[in-house]
């Protein structure tokens, strides 16, 4: 008998993203109808384009600024949350950009979770909430939290929120604080850039920065295996779970690896300065022992997920 | 020569509140012109009556729900943005109130702030971001930060924004997490409603919860010292502290001592449970540890605040 998306077990919002549309394929292998909410301006129709005659899905083209339609919700068993402003710079000269497509989308998810009675919420929070930590690796209690960014205050708010939901309302709230994801669906982030830097100008690479600022980088088939983990494992009313790996590794080796898989032709020059941009945070490095007492151990470590990135995007630059 | 309130060296959002109207006072006791931007939902125009003829004092009526005017931002050292819903227990009902008087208002203040060069932003926050702490008393540096209510995650959700904008565009924060603070000039909170339940009907209390719930009580001259204290001389870029007394005090002391004080005929009803409503906190001590580094003791502990805030409500009941 054939599923139904109309009583879909799963809402992805941002189900069409980098991100989301990996979950979208995990849970359909499971066997799980899933109903995508995106408003596709990050996220790409051809990420699920295999998925065009799949009955179990459902894509909707939603702008969660406002409230979303509350029949997407209905019989949902759990909403993952991952719709956002992917774009951390963006938020320095757009300073609203976060507060709607971050805070007031994820109250408005909220909202349409606890009406339609789902019983579970699952958020896409970030390691930029610890703002410039003082301790590494940053465990889920380090306080006080300062974000740097716009896009990391929304990040905040949204985590608290998702919390007084869990409280008020008796939802379970699961919150992850992604280290930089990366993967073949990346439309943003540093190795795509570099990758786009190169095939514009094969012989020059600028680097914002010192290229000195070392941060983990998760594979994303890796978070997506976390998060269902998180999701199916911890049972408190609200469970904040750091998803990385174990290392890190600094933007000068990042430029370095990348230039040497496209060629090897280009000189690299680095603006100077211990941040890319107001903002950044240099250095980024996560506690995931409480992740790992789940059980959950990740397949690969930030420089083999770097090359996994490069290779995906690099091709040999023209000219 | 008279002081010109057109380029205040102050602006104080909620200044007609129960703490931004005794804050106002005493910036125009310091001699310092003060624009109060106030939509009155709970500020009161009486609380400032004395000031009617203060050249050094300006009055607009603003709804901080929309960007308010940037000619009163003009010229400020400071902005004191104390504005927001006082309502905890609102926010379950009418989960929208938060978001908008909260952190909608937040961001519209601080976007004020930056686009008028005002270089300094101290925000009124509350312990409630602290959820249910598991350490006490609770420092600055607990995590994670869970609020219980809506109007926890919005106070959470502008400290957030205030350290974004900090790091971001160089405003240098301030953040006070508030104990419950009291005084004459109360429109809510526990002892307000034990007196005027106790006006209704002088022979019968009746108490949401247990009464074990305990909590600090600072009472608000003691509160707008410290915040001053803070803003003087606190020196990061954002500065995070809690605002208390040493001691606490249960509902069910101040339950016995209103009804003291009140004529002592009432019998005292709890309607049981650990908390009053859903997104109450039954236990809250802080550290004031790093508030007393910079100098600053409370004049009164919680339970003389108490009897403070008891006799200037409590008239003998009628009948």
Known sequence: MAESATSAPAVVTGGAGAIGSVLVHHLRRAGQSVQVLDNFSSGRREFLADLAHDRGLTI?????????????????????????NPDIRLGT????????????ATFNVLEAARKADVPRVAFSSSSVVYGFPTQFPT??????????????????ASEGLVSAYAHCYGLKGFIFRFANIIGPTMTHGVIFDFVEKLKRDPHRLEVLGDGRQAKSYLWVEDCVDA????????????????????????????AERTVKAMGGRA???????????AGDVPQQLLSIEKLEALGWKPTWESSEAVDRAIAAFARPPAG
Chains 1, 2 share one sequence.
């Not at 000269?93 to 007031?104: A, N, S, Y």
């Not at 000189?267 to 941009?277: A, F, K, L, V």
């Open 93 to 104: 000269t757009e300073p609203r950009t976060d507060l709607e497509h971050g805070t007031i």
């Open 60 to 84: 909707r083209e939603v702008d969660l600024r406002s409230p979303p339609p509350l029949e997407a919700f209905r019989g949902a068993k759990v909403v993952w949350h991952l719709a956002a």
């Open 267 to 277: 000189t690299i020059h680095y603006t100077g300065g211990d941040r890319g941009w």
């Open 227 to 254: 998060m269902r983990t998180v999701e199916a494992k911890a049972t408190d009313p609200v469970n904040v779970y750091n998803l990385s790996c174990h290392d890190r590794i600094s933007v000068r080796e990042i």
């Open 139 to 156: 465990s889920e209690a380090y306080g006080p939290l300062l974000p740097q960014s716009l896009y990391g205050a929304s990040k905040l």
